[in-house]
């Protein structure tokens, strides 16, 4: 072959190829600008969706303990039923709990009086006995709860499970399952204001057990004074001495009312109590209570213990029936009418003759201990 023949077919191939070479050149642009009018169109909705997922996932609960799952805690879908079976709340917890599945616009405060107006003659009835609604521990299966693991620490003065958040309603009824756990003490309130209601005009004995019960694992700040002091009064309005043999330790306090309470009980005062009771009944001379105190104790253990053997129970000897009675509120729980709340019991500490005993026991006592120190002196 020629080399001019040579050269044609090479200038003939290198035209070709430029063609093709142009060919692909333009496909490929071609294809690579709609590649990235594609992604510019769809992959912003790609990350979005990827992010709404993740969003979606974060805000899902934590696994619930509960095999059930968490379906009763939607908040217009669970009964009472539904409720106490979601947080398995055993008895005697369970049967004394006050809850509704009323709707929440029937909600009141505690403190709210009822007022009704007659339309047919424009009368106003307001009622200061409170109502039912307004009971601070009545759960109410509308409102809505959060699972969270967070104990809250803080105190919630006059707590109410209508208006604890969504998180501490479920803290609260979290504990309800085990009433025994440490807890907010708030969240103990909480439970022993529906306790008073059941020992007031409720279920007595069980609200009774109950309230012990919470005193073994609770027993601590404002939670004792007030619970003692209502069990105390309660059991003596009702005259209900039997607690003492479930409390022997409500016996122990010298107030007005467990003195009541132990008069029906029958039990007797000890030295310990007369000389805590010494000022109240008018007894001032306490030199020798201060400098011997063992042995004054000791002495004036005996001198009652002679009394009552000639005279009879230093407490049987005071006739209640005659005594003025005092009025006083024993209970926490702010939405009992103030009726219910205020118990009237005699005063037995005011009685003349009982302040009498009291005062003749222990002058008789200072006497002997003046008497053995003298001989203790000369001898």
Request: net charge positive.
């Amino acid at each position: 072959m020629s080399v001019d023949k040579l050269l044609k077919n090479n200038k003939t191939k290198s035209k070709s190829s430029l063609t093709s070479s142009k060919i692909v050149s333009s496909s490929f642009l071609l294809n690579l600008v709609i590649f990235l009018i594609l992604s510019a169109i769809f992959f912003p909705l790609g990350i979005g969706f990827l992010i709404y997922k993740l969003y979606r996932r974060g805000k899902k609960p934590l696994p619930s303990s509960n095999p059930r799952g968490n379906n009763a805690i939607v908040p217009g879908h669970q009964t009472q039923i539904s409720l106490l079976n979601q947080f398995y709340i055993p008895e005697p917890t369970r049967s004394l709990l006050w809850i509704t599945d009323e709707n929440t616009s029937k909600m009141s405060s505690p403190m709210s009086p009822k007022i009704s107006i007659n339309m047919n003659d424009g009368t106003i009835k307001t009622d200061f006995g409170r109502n039912f609604y307004g009971e601070p521990s009545l759960i109410w299966t509308g409102l809505s709860i959060e699972p969270n693991n967070e104990l809250e620490t803080q105190p919630m003065y006059f707590p109410s499970y209508s208006t604890l958040s969504p998180k501490h309603r479920y803290q609260y009824l979290n504990w309800l399952k085990d009433v025994t756990q440490e807890t907010n003490l708030s969240y103990v309130f909480l439970y022993y204001y529906g306790l008073e209601r059941h020992m007031l005009v409720g279920d007595y004995d069980k609200s009774v057990d109950e309230i012990l019960r919470l005193l073994q694992y609770h027993n601590k700040g404002s939670f004792k004074g007030y619970a003692t002091s209502a069990l105390i009064a309660a059991s003596a309005y009702k005259k209900r001495p039997d607690i003492a043999e479930k409390a022997p330790v409500l016996l122990q306090e010298t107030t007005n009312e467990s003195l009541i309470l132990r008069k029906l009980a029958g039990k007797s005062l000890s030295a310990k109590d007369i000389i805590s009771l010494s000022s109240r009944v008018g007894y001032s001379n306490k030199r020798y209570i201060k400098l011997y105190p063992d042995l004054f104790e000791k002495e004036l253990q005996k001198m009652i213990y002679n009394y009552e053997t000639d005279e009879g129970n230093i407490l049987d000897l005071v006739n209640i029936s005659n005594l003025p009675k005092r009025s006083n509120i024993f209970f926490a729980n702010l939405s009992l009418p103030d009726k219910i709340r205020t118990i009237e019991i005699p005063d037995l500490i005011s009685d003349p003759e009982f302040g009498r005993i009291l005062r003749e026991l222990l002058s008789k006592t200072h006497k002997k201990i003046k008497i053995l120190q003298k001989n203790k002196k000369t001898s």
